[in-house]
């Protein structure tokens, strides 16, 4: 069964950076679609930012454009998340996910692989 690990999640300071990771075993082949949601108390899971299989097409929710950068290492079967210029409002758990299509991240419900999640915290 497909699995994906996240990692790096933590405490950072306002202004501050942390990279995600995810590692993903037992099935995903690097031709799937990874990315990553977040969902705060309160909220419901937002989507954060997706890169296609080779790499050549990434998309962000409007709130991380220019904050976040998404990357993949098919060798290694991992995606990634950087982060950058933190706020209180990227407090949440970051969930990493899979799927095969593109066009099914528009709601959580519609992914197929999820991680369990890290906790992002942010310090003002």
């Known amino acids: 069964q497909v699995q994906l690990v996240e990692s790096g999640g933590g405490l950072a300071q306002a202004g501050g950076s942390l990279r995600l990771s995810c590692a993903a075993s037992?099935?995903?082949?690097?031709?799937?679609?990874m990315g990553w949601f977040r969902q705060a108390p309160g909220k419901e899971r937002e989507f954060v930012a997706r890169i296609t299989w080779r790499g050549e097409n990434t998309y962000y929710a409007d709130s991380v454009k220019g904050r976040f950068i998404i990357s993949r290492d098919n060798a290694k079967n991992a995606v990634y998340l950087q982060m950058n210029s933190l706020n209180d409002e990227d407090a949440a758990v970051y969930y990493c996910?899979?799927?095969?299509?593109?066009?099914?991240?528009?709601?959580?419900?519609?992914?197929?692989?999820w991680g369990k999640g890290t906790l992002v915290t942010v310090a003002s």
């Open positions: 037992g099935g995903i082949f690097s031709r799937y679609v």
């Open positions: 996910a899979a799927d095969r299509n593109d066009y099914t991240w528009g709601h959580a419900s519609m992914i197929n692989y």
